[in-house]
T-cell receptor, first 112, second 112 residues
């Protein structure tokens, strides 16, 4: 099976812009989670989707949003970008809510 | 709130020496425990997991971890490390709330 894929791999934006990141889970996986990784804060949970429903949400402002489609693919959106949003955004998929998660390579977002 | 503490931010060790990366978690409920490894410029790879059953779990590349409920620990060990084991290692806990909570990571530096 193909692994979790994320597009784009690298992205450069300026403050105030918005960005959409995409994640395709492993075939058959219905759970998709998003994480933000920064040197200062480490890995932080953003949200988790299962069968198109958001099941969990981390402590991020409303500028961060996401959705999941019927084919389990997921997107996350960040509006009104700030410098502090520069990070590696990781997507992970799993067969269900209580199983291990398999991570994609991430999208490196740089906000100038 | 659940938390994960990785006691060492960096662990330098010589090749073929044994290593232990420490992980403690706080949770009053049953948890699932994971170790992930991240190589430079890559996403996270699942190294091993404890879901239930035997408290000693092993990976295919010689790492093992033991779940100790009384000490709320899940330390990662390898009897003889290789240069290729140089990477960042993350301990994570997932409870019945569904969120995957990561520790701050431990950088394993294997020296020749």
């Amino acid at each position: 099976k193909a692994g979790v894929t994320q597009t784009p791999r690298y992205l450069i934006k300026t403050r105030g812009q918005q960005v959409t990141l995409s994640c395709s889970p492993i075939s058959g996986h219905r759970s998709v989670s998003w994480y933000q990784q920064t040197p200062g804060q480490g890995l932080q949970f953003l949200f988790e989707y299962f069968s198109e429903t958001q099941r969990n949400k981390g402590n991020f402002p409303g500028r961060f949003s996401g959705r999941q489609f019927s084919n389990s693919r997921s997107e996350m959106n960040v509006s009104t970008l700030e410098l502090g949003d520069s990070a590696l955004y990781l997507c992970a998929s799993g067969p269900g809510l209580d199983n291990e998660q398999f991570f994609g390579p991430g999208t490196r977002l740089t906000v100038l | 709130a659940q938390s994960v503490t990785q006691l060492d931010s960096q662990v330098p060790v010589f090749e073929e020496a044994p290593v232990e990366l420490r992980c403690n978690y706080s949770s009053s409920v049953s948890v699932y425990l994971f170790w992930y490894v991240q190589y430079p410029n890559q996403g996270l790879q699942l190294l091993l997991k404890y879901l239930s059953g035997s408290t000693l779990v092993e990976s295919i590349n010689g790492f093992e971890a033991e779940f100790n409920k009384s000490q709320t620990s899940f330390h990662l060990r390898k009897p003889s490390v290789h240069i290729s084991d140089t990477a960042e290692y993350f301990c994570a806990v997932k409870s019945n709330t569904g969120k995957l909570i990561f520790g701050q990571g431990t950088t394993l530096q294997v020296k020749p």
